[in-house]
């Protein structure tokens, strides 16, 4: 059965079409009006095809001599890391020293990021902040998710340092930095350099598909602990004719998909709907990106008639940037029944169709092109909306105008740690309980919150197991499903749920592309998961307790 869906404000007026993959004849999907099954993890983001020009190849490359492996820290024996003998790396902005500002300048802010089409406004247009978010005024307001109050002083908890702007946190010159980018685009923390790049096509005979995106990995990461049922995302495809033929979706992808359960898979057709596309084509050690399809901005409106829009969990991934979750908070916020403010101009039609209530648990990932100095208020703005915020180590530092810092050197951490301390004195989530969690590569994740402080967990594969790395495309996703799992699974424990998170990017990263599932469950169970299931020959469960006794959590 297809969902029809109400064409919403700033979008092409179309007729829409939602029905789950692989749905059983007489099968019933659900609809806005009748009964929804229940999500745990709904992903807001990208499946699409990769159109490879030449042989697709690992992206990263693994050094077989990594750093020490870090060490979980519990909030007891966690100290204030040891800096180098330099000048304060997060000194009084009044008190700049000419290398500071030098690093400034060879870093400059970048403008907002742009839309690149009209229709991929949403269907809420959001005034700039005249303020950074971290400056409070009892005259201006910064509804729908302030800062702390002026009188707001962080808990005595182990976190470092928070009050300065991490903006102004500068290394010593005589540290081993990597040097300030020289374009205009901020580092994407890709370990592949990739370019943008325009010519004609290739003859189809000569192109290599292959899926990928966003919210493929994030909900293959959370599949390894969540039934196909428990999870959902949007998928744009070409309407297929009456007798099944036609479409933009290969067959063979259509099937690999449904391996891991055509639940999990939302196929939103349309007139002129087509699915995400890109080209990709390596020269040397660069990777040539092209768009051929554009990934969607979806507004609330286009969620509501859909199985998604129950979810516990949200996770937000590219395309999206902090200014276009800024305007989807709001949509909620209005949908929920919140009065707006004056720094906001709404626009909602989704109420025409009143719909139940939704309060999803946000978790934010947000597209590299977006992590500079222009969107770092906006960042800064969401904050009290989402549960957990999670960019990786290099987009971190690019909001706050730092270049970008190799993973051995020594300020890494520290900085990465104080940059965390600010966003949790700004205040994550409703009540300050949300957590950030920075994904660093080889050097595994940091998890912090207000309450417990600051947590490493190292990769799963390091040291002599490193070689087991093959290909760290879409990592850092997986490991934000597994993350989201492992909250549902702990009762929303953040450190467990870095556990589950960990694991998950291990089994992405043995191999290129997605890992094999074997004997799948077709039915879950609440309190175990999929226990019977094997990933790549192995199970997750085992890697879990393995991981637990290795960091003597058992």
């Not at 025409?352 to 800064?380: M, Y």
């Not at 966003?423 to 994740?445: I, N, P, T």
């Not at 402080?453 to 390091?462: K, V």
């Amino acid at each position: 059965m297809l969902v029809q869906m109400p064409a919403s404000a700033g979008e092409p007026s179309r007729s829409n079409s939602v029905g789950k993959a692989a749905t059983a004849p007489g099968s019933n999907s659900a609809s806005a009006s009748g009964s929804r099954r229940q999500l745990v993890m709904a992903s807001l983001g990208t499946v699409l095809i990769d159109a490879f020009d030449t042989p697709p190849r690992p992206s990263g490359t693994i050094s077989a001599s990594s750093t020490s492996r870090p060490v979980l820290r519990s909030p007891a024996s966690y100290t204030q890391p040891t800096l180098p003998s330099s000048p304060d790396p997060c000194p009084d902005p009044s008190h700049a020293t000419s290398s500071s500002v030098a690093a400034a300048q060879s870093h400059p802010s970048l403008p907002p990021t742009p839309r690149e089409s009209p229709q991929d406004s949403p269907i809420l247009t959001s005034i700039p902040p005249s303020t950074p978010a971290s400056s409070s005024s009892s005259s201006s307001s910064t509804f729908p998710f302030p800062p702390p109050a002026p009188s707001f002083h962080p808990p005595r908890v182990a976190l470092p340092r928070a009050d300065s702007d991490p903006s102004n946190l500068r290394s010593s010159p005589s540290s081993n930095l990597a040097p300030a980018p020289t374009s205009t685009a901020p580092p994407s923390g890709a370990l592949t350099p990739q370019l943008s790049f325009s010519s004609p096509p290739p003859s189809p005979a000569d192109v290599y598909e292959t899926l990928g995106g966003g919210a493929l990995y994030a909900l293959i990461g959370a599949r390894l602990w969540l039934a196909a049922q428990q999870l959902g995302t949007l998928v744009n495809r070409e309407r297929k004719r009456s007798d099944g033929s036609g479409g933009d979706v290969p067959q063979r992808l259509e099937r690999d998909l449904e391996v891991y359960g055509g639940d999990m898979w939302v196929w939103n057709e349309g007139e002129g709907t087509r699915m995400t596309r890109a080209r990709i084509r390596y020269e040397g050690d660069v990777r040539l990106y092209q768009h051929i399809v554009k990934a969607p901005y979806r507004s609330l409106s286009s969620l509501l008639p859909t199985p998604l829009a129950n979810a516990e969990y949200l996770h937000v991934a590219p395309p999206y940037s902090p200014q276009d979750l800024h305007a989807l908070l709001v949509e909620l916020e209005a949908h929920n029944g919140a009065p707006t403010q004056a720094d906001v101009r709404v626009d909602i039609r989704v109420n025409a169709n009143p719909a139940p209530s939704w309060r999803p648990k946000i978790v934010f990932e947000p597209t590299p092109p977006s992590c500079h100095a222009g969107q770092k208020d906006w960042l800064e703005r969401i904050l009290r909306g989402i549960e957990v915020i999670s960019p990786n180590h290099e987009e971190l530092l690019s909001f706050y105008s730092i270049p970008p810092i190799p993973l051995a050197d020594p300020t890494l951490r520290p900085t990465i740690e104080r940059i965390i301390s600010h966003l949790l004195h700004l205040g994550v989530g409703a009540d300050g309980q949300g957590s950030v969690v920075v994904r660093c590569g080889r050097l595994g994740a940091v998890v912090g919150t207000r309450k417990a402080g600051l947590r490493w967990y190292p990769a799963y594969w390091a040291g002599e197991d490193e070689s087991r790395v093959k290909d760290v495309t879409g990592a850092g996703n997986a490991f934000l499903g597994g993350y989201i799992a492992g909250l549902s699974h702990s009762s929303g424990d953040p450190y467990e749920a870095a556990l589950y998170a960990t694991v998950s990017a291990s089994f992405v990263v043995e191999q290129m592309g997605l890992p094999v599932l074997l004997t799948p469950t077709t039915t879950p169970t609440a309190e175990h998961g999929n226990r019977s299931e094997r990933w790549n020959g192995d199970s997750p469960w085992n890697r879990l307790e393995a991981l637990r006794a290795r960091l003597d959590l058992a």
